[in-house]
């Protein structure tokens, strides 16, 4: 049975991991690593602002209302966008580099 698998050489397999990784590196999405603070930052602060929103909606008089409702209503959209996709809002780290050299023992 050994007889019909293909064989591969050692070169061959750092090639191939070597393309992958160049084939990643290249994906922001790979690249990028999640910052979690920031994220929950992101989110902290949105959902703040459309509690202030509502609450100034609840108590504002109506010419106020008429003034800026319109104004607010594109800001909520905004901040529940914020709230639900924040890693879109949230800056991104670097990942750390990936070698196929060997670490150095120190």
């Given at each position: 049975m050994q007889a019909n698998r293909p064989e591969i050489t050692?070169?061959?397999?750092?090639?191939?991991?070597?393309?992958?990784?160049v084939e990643m590196a290249a994906k922001p999405s790979v690249r990028?690593?999640?910052?979690?603070?920031?994220i929950r930052d992101?989110?902290?602060?949105?959902?703040?602002?459309?509690?202030?929103i509502e609450a100034f909606e609840e108590g504002a008089?109506?010419?106020?209302?008429?003034a800026v409702g319109s104004f607010l209503e594109q800001a909520?959209?905004?901040?529940?966008?914020?709230?639900?996709t924040p890693g879109s809002y949230a800056p991104k780290k670097p990942?750390?580099?990936?070698?196929?050299?060997?670490?150095?023992?120190?």
């Amino acid at each position: 049975m050994q007889a019909n698998r293909p064989e591969i050489t050692l070169p061959r397999l750092k090639q191939i991991i070597e393309d992958e990784l160049v084939e990643m590196a290249a994906k922001p999405s790979v690249r990028e690593a999640v910052d979690h603070v920031s994220i929950r930052d992101v989110v902290n602060a949105a959902a703040k602002l459309l509690a202030a929103i509502e609450a100034f909606e609840e108590g504002a008089p109506v010419a106020a209302m008429a003034a800026v409702g319109s104004f607010l209503e594109q800001a909520k959209k905004s901040l529940e966008d914020m709230v639900s996709t924040p890693g879109s809002y949230a800056p991104k780290k670097p990942s750390q580099r990936v070698s196929l050299k060997p670490a150095k023992k120190s």
